[in-house]
């Protein structure tokens, strides 16, 4: 992963909107949320929404789908995963890591 593509989703998630946005779809998993039961579960206006969701998708955190007249969306994990890789790239300074590997999400 670029150091372009890190910042860019680092920025993204670094407003309290796209944050529970973001994790409400990892907690959600691979069936994703429609804007709807987002906007109602978060108290976020559907403007709002709008906006914060297509900030999300140019940093390709999450990914849309169209299912009839409904937009699904769901976090992208590899996306992320790939983030995660790179913050912790050649941690430690080549030693052996104090911290546990985190777990791969099993979704």
Same mark, same amino acid.
């Given at each position: ?8 989703? $680092? ?6 909107? !796209?944050?529970? %946005?973001? =994790? #409400? ?7 994703? &949320? ?26 390709? $955190? ?6 009839? !007249?409904?937009? %699904?969306? =769901? #976090? ?7 983030? &995660? ?23």
């Amino acid at each position: 992963m670029e150091e372009k593509q890190v910042i860019k989703a $680092l920025a993204a998630l670094a407003q309290p909107h !796209r944050l529970q %946005i973001f =994790r #409400a779809l990892v907690v959600t998993g691979t069936q994703g &949320l429609t804007p709807a039961v987002m906007a109602e579960g978060l108290g976020v206006p559907a403007a709002t929404l709008s906006f914060h969701l297509k900030e999300l998708l140019h940093a390709d $955190l999450i990914s849309q789908e169209r299912s009839g !007249r409904n937009l %699904i969306y =769901r #976090a992208q994990y590899a996306h992320m995963s790939g983030v &995660l890789a790179y913050l912790t790239q050649n941690c430690c300074q080549g030693e052996a890591c104090l911290v546990e590997e985190a777990t791969a999400c099993p979704c």
